[in-house]
């Protein structure tokens, strides 16, 4: 029947009711072929995607690699990077030299400031050594070793007078010899003139 022929009602009932009807049942019908068409062009869509990234990605790396060889070829050609080694060069040659310098003048420092002359004449007092047995150069004493007080040398005074109490004459007078040509102890000397006036 001609649409001009329906009544309002029917006109109604086809626009409300049977059109959706028809239209699920289409869609229904007709799904799986919708979504295969969907499925095929997006899959298209992100396959050329994908391409293009892996391709961009290739070309990239190839490019990369070529600006670091150019680099490793200029560096090569001026025989390192520009400014980095001659500094380095510059710097170690005149601290070597400076260490080399103070060197010479550490190794010469000893043998000029400390022999037995230098700080007898630095401290006012005699130089000991093992050649002559703690004296004076150029001066004569009795030998330690000789000394009524075993390890002299190593005493200090105070150490020493208290052992002088228990010597005999003769061996204050060696005493008294040794000190006045070695180390001139004050301390030792008054005591050892004590200690012999006393026993006269």
């Known amino acids: 029947m001609p649409d001009a022929d329906k009544s309002p009602l029917d006109q109604a009932l086809d626009l409300l009711v049977f059109a959706p009807m028809g239209l699920a049942f289409t869609v229904k019908d007709e799904l ?7 499925r095929q062009r997006v899959g298209n869509q992100l ?7 892996q391709f961009a990605v290739a070309q990239g790396q190839k490019e990369a690699g070529k600006l670091v060889e150019q680099a490793g070829s200029v560096a090569s050609r001026l025989g390192g990077f520009p400014g980095v080694p001659g500094p380095v060069t510059a710097a170690a040659t005149p601290t070597s030299g400076a260490t080399g310098a103070t060197a010479s003048a550490a190794a010469a420092t000893p043998s000029a400031t400390h022999t037995p002359a230098s700080r007898a004449a630095a401290n006012g007092t005699a130089a000991r050594g093992p050649a002559t047995n ?10 330690a070793e000789g ?11 105070s150490q020493v007078v208290q052992r002088l109490g228990g ?17 001139s102890r004050r301390t030792i000397l008054s005591k050892v003139s004590q ?5 006269r």
């Open 32 to 38: 799986p072929q919708l979504v295969d068409k969907g």
């Open 167 to 183: 010597l005999s004459p003769a061996e204050l007078e060696a005493v008294r010899a040794y000190e006045q040509a070695n180390r």
């Open 195 to 199: 200690l012999e006036a006393e026993r």
């Open 47 to 53: 396959m050329l995607a994908k391409m293009i990234g």
């Open 134 to 143: 703690g004296a004076h150069p150029g001066r004569t004493g009795a030998s």
């Open 147 to 157: 000394l009524a007080i075993p390890g002299y040398d190593s005493l200090s005074a």
